[in-house]
């Protein structure tokens, strides 16, 4: 079936609020970054799409709608009896009120498309019809029942919000509308065959043509307009618009209605329902999945898209990637003038039937692409940080929208290096008839996201092909109506009161995984997304030769504003011949991969959270629970005097009769024996109860330490040694010289810098010192590891610069205003400091207190 052309098809009004507020996104760029023209925007040409989970779908959001807030994940419990009651009452009201209103507009416009229905239908049973009894059946199929429904349920509800009150119920007009949701089904089978029979009715009789393009619809009650004019095809379209509005309206009143109120089953019930038809009805349609007609007159559809980095030709270009039933498009932005369309440049394209994919040890090493250095990301990400914070000062101080304009340009501007960047997984596609292609991703989630989609395609019967030059213009051409994903991934390309993410710590115990067919050598990796991309966050243990896993590990994950959460399984791999040649890893295989949503209301709670996870038919258990920063970030002052966390390091080392704590020597002498070399060693959080059951150990000076170092998992060491940093009373570098190093790391002149930044470290208390001497020659010994380690100076500044600086609460109250904002001014010079000793030439003890003289000058 040729595709549909709406001409006169209002946009999906969801998709439009939040594609038009936008200031920049991959429409202002092409994929090199370079500033773009934006043309005006473009109605949608295809069939809509219905999203059954209005909830979980970042595009619905009752704003969009025409007012309201965004959608909660799901219908909470409900408000407690009493509490808020007056406020939720209220809410319910006005609610009700919104879409009673929008009802009365709904109905007119039901009206106004029934109203040529009668004449037509009067004149065609005389000599000169202008339409035939079935073309009027088919163009106005199930209308008039819509319409009585609709009549109906608004006469009954428009008296109880009139005449509101505590007692008034609603609940089962609700119910009762959804459970005439049957006709919808008719209407929608029947959807695009009236459109088409409407088309062809127009095309062939210009009486019709007229009637049918200038439609009148009533204003509503209290308008001034009395009417508006209206194509027939936008008003056919608005039933299934309607749809989606009744199922978001039924979230929010359960959001407002107390779980003790009689509509609250009622509600649910009628919820319930809505979602199940629109998942029925989805199965039929979906506008992804509508595209171009091939040559032999199949319909190729859309199957997958988004935003990839492609090495190419050295060096790294950002492209829109489309996966269609039978080919995969590369493409990019084509540079465009003011005023003009916008249009996608095909790159390349490679038949789904001649792609294929080479193992890694196959494949040749990757072309020289010079890898940004870990630093300058981070310096990045810092940069992005500040420029939100002066964004929401700007906002805040109601500033020029030409000043937010241009910060927000500016950190679109390093949001988007950061994103071209930052991936280093390589993804390979080759053409069996020719040439290779390389994308770099930032998660192997992703990787085996498109492979996957890729290979159930390729499932079916595919013939090879050549695109004429005219057929590539028409399959590029349909790429910018038919893309799903329309915006480059960045926190600027994301509306105003969106979720900002959680910062803080996220705790996640892995517990067990079910459903595998085999016994194999198993394991979990958790991905939480940073910056707009995703990163490898911690990693459980291998169990091995097991159809039931059960590892029982928990973990503890910095968050930089995420959202989303990953758990993918894999099977080990010990075959050394199955050697990644990008990177000298032995590749292991993904067993399942699953995400959810980070969602504060569920995760925000002081108890721990049980969850499964579904993938590929295995299901893995696993709790999580959030702390938020400014919790996790307090150091408490210490009561006790026995053991060595939470005692102060002069304790400690005096107790000892040593110059650096007993546990700091300890886990640095295991780290250089056997962890030096760990991918993401210190960045990798190691098992939580690992962890506590060292600090056990170490608290109670146990004879067998040195046999449990030499059992224990190496992430689990690293982490006790940033824990005994963490919990120590104040920082390693005092409360009291705190000021003075923010001040002392500010300093523009590199003499006096030098100057301030030695005196400081001379003023410290010798332990203090002597631990902070010998951690910083480890962390250089780790940090010349990082081509096999991946861990920089600058990644291990950022692991360890808050653990030995953060000031203690008393202090910090003063430094740490926004708990929200991980990468604040303090927390980004933390890490520069430890930055600046960690680049310095060798420190020595001795030679710092004898050269008194040169550290003068007083701070």
């Known amino acids: 079936m040729e595709p549909l052309s709406h001409r006169g098809l209002p946009r999906l009004s969801w998709i439009d609020t939040l594609y038009s507020n936008f200031s920049y996104g991959a429409d202002d760029y092409d994929g090199e970054g370079n ?217 929010d009143l359960l959001k407002h209605t107390p779980v003790d109120h009689p509509d609250y089953p009622l509600l649910q019930d009628a919820l319930r329902i809505s979602q199940n038809f629109l998942s029925s009805i989805n199965e039929d349609i979906d506008p992804r999945r509508t595209a171009v007609t091939t040559p032999k007159g199949e319909t190729r559809q859309l199957v997958k898209d988004g935003f990839l980095v492609e090495v190419s030709e050295s060096s790294r270009k950002l492209r829109h990637v489309f996966l269609f039933t039978d080919v995969l498009l590369c493409a990019k932005l084509k540079k465009t003038s003011a005023g003009k369309h916008q249009q996608y440049d095909c790159k390349w394209y490679i038949p789904l039937a001649d792609l294929v994919f080479p193992s890694p040890e196959e494949s040749e090493a990757s072309p020289q692409v010079h890898p940004f250095p870990d630093h300058e990301l981070e310096d990045m990400k810092m940069k992005i940080s500040a420029l939100k914070s002066e ?46 292609y390389l994308f770099l991703l930032s998660s192997d989630y992703e990787r085996s996201e498109w492979r996957e989609a890729i290979q159930k395609l390729q499932k079916k019967d595919l013939q090879a092909f050549v695109l004429s030059s005219v057929e590539l213009q028409v399959l590029t051409g349909s790429c910018f109506k038919l893309r799903t994903v329309h915006n480059i991934p960045v926190t600027s390309n994301k509306d105003d009161d969106e979720s900002p993410g959680l910062y803080g710590f996220l705790h996640v115990i892995v517990h067990s995984a079910k459903g595998f067919k085999q016994s194999a050598n198993l394991y979990c990796t958790l991905e939480v997304d940073s910056f707009g991309y995703f990163v490898s966050k911690a990693k459980t243990r291998v169990f091995r030769d097991t159809t039931e896993p059960k590892w029982d590990e928990e973990f503890e994950i910095e968050l930089e504003g995420s959202q989303s959460l990953r758990i993918l399984c894999y099977e080990k791999c010990y075959d050394k011949s199955k050697v990644n040649k990008d990177n ?127 059992d224990m998992d190496i992430n689990a060491i690293a982490g006790t040694l940033k824990l005994y940093f963490r919990e120590l009373p104040e920082p390693l570098l005092t409360d009291r010289l705190y000021p003075a190093f923010m001040e002392g790391i500010a300093l523009s002149d590199p003499a006096a810098k030098e100057n301030c930044m030695m005196h400081l470290l001379r003023t410290l208390p010798d332990p203090n ?68 000793y960690l680049q310095h030439p060798p420190i020595s003890f001795a030679e710092l207190k004898r050269n008194t003289l040169y550290f003068s000058t007083d701070v």
């Open 391 to 436: 964004i929401q000062k700007e906002k805040a101080n109601k500033g020029q929208s030409r000043a937010i304009e241009r910060l927000k340009k500016k950190m679109f501007e390093n949001e988007f290096l950061l994103l071209l960047n930052s991936p280093t997984i390589p993804f390979r596609i080759h053409n069996r008839n020719g040439k290779s």
């Open 35 to 251: 500033e773009e023209q934006k043309g005006p925007p473009e109605g949608s040409e295809t069939m809509p799409y219905i999203d059954e989970s209005p909830t979980m779908s970042p595009q619905l959001s009752a704003r969009g709608q025409g007012g309201g807030d965004s959608i909660s994940p799901t219908p909470p419990e409900g408000l407690a009896p009493g509490v808020e009651a007056g406020k939720g009452l209220e809410m319910r009201k006005l609610v009700l009120s919104g879409f009673l209103a929008s009802e009365e507009i709904y109905i007119n416009q039901l009206e106004a498309l029934l109203l040529p229905m009668k004449p037509l239908k009067a004149t065609a049973t005389t000599s000169q019809p202008v339409l035939t009894i079935q073309q009027i059946e088919t163009i106005f199929y199930k209308i008039q029942d819509i319409y009585e429904i609709h009549k109906e349920f608004y006469d009954s509800l428009c008296p109880k919000v009139q005449q509101w009150d505590s007692q008034v119920t609603m609940g089962h007009l609700f119910q009762k509308l959804a459970s005439q949701l049957g006709v919808y089904k008719a209407f929608v089978d029947n959807y695009k065959v009236a459109l088409e029979t409407a088309e062809k009715c127009s095309q062939s009789n210009n009486q019709f043509q007229k009637i049918s393009e200038e439609l009148k619809v009533k204003g509503p009650k209290d308008s001034k307009d009395s009417h508006t004019s209206v194509t027939m095809e936008a008003l056919l379209y608005k039933p299934i618009d309607r749809v989606t509005r009744s199922t978001l309206v039924l979230h």
């Open 584 to 710: 000298n890893e032995i590749v292991d295989k993904i067993m399942g991969k699953g995400q959810i949503q980070l969602d504060p209301q569920t995760v925000e709670t002081k108890n721990w959270h049980t969850d499964v996870i579904e993938m590929n038919g295995i299901k893995v258990e696993f709790s999580m629970k959030f702390t938020s920063r400014d919790t996790s970030l307090k150091r408490t002052p210490s009561k006790k005097q026995t053991g060595v966390f939470g005692v102060k390091i002069s304790v400690v080392t005096k107790r000892e009769r040593s110059k650096v704590p007993y546990i700091v020597r300890q886990c640095v002498e295991e780290v250089e024996k056997r962890g030096i070399e760990e991918v993401g060693i210190y960045r990798i959080s190691g098992v939580a109860t690992d962890i506590q059951a060292l600090k056990a150990v170490f608290d109670a000076n146990n004879k067998d330490i040195l046999l449990m170092l030499s």
């Open 769 to 836: 010192l002597i631990t902070f001497l010998f951690l910083l020659e480890h962390l250089k010994r780790v940090a010349e590891k990082e081509p096999i380690n991946k861990m920089s100076l600058h990644n291990l500044a950022t692991v360890f610069g808050p653990t030995l600086l953060r000031p203690s609460e008393v202090e910090s109250k003063a430094h740490l205003t926004s708990a929200a904002d991980i990468w604040s001014h303090d927390v980004m010079a933390q890490v520069q400091v430890l930055l600046y």
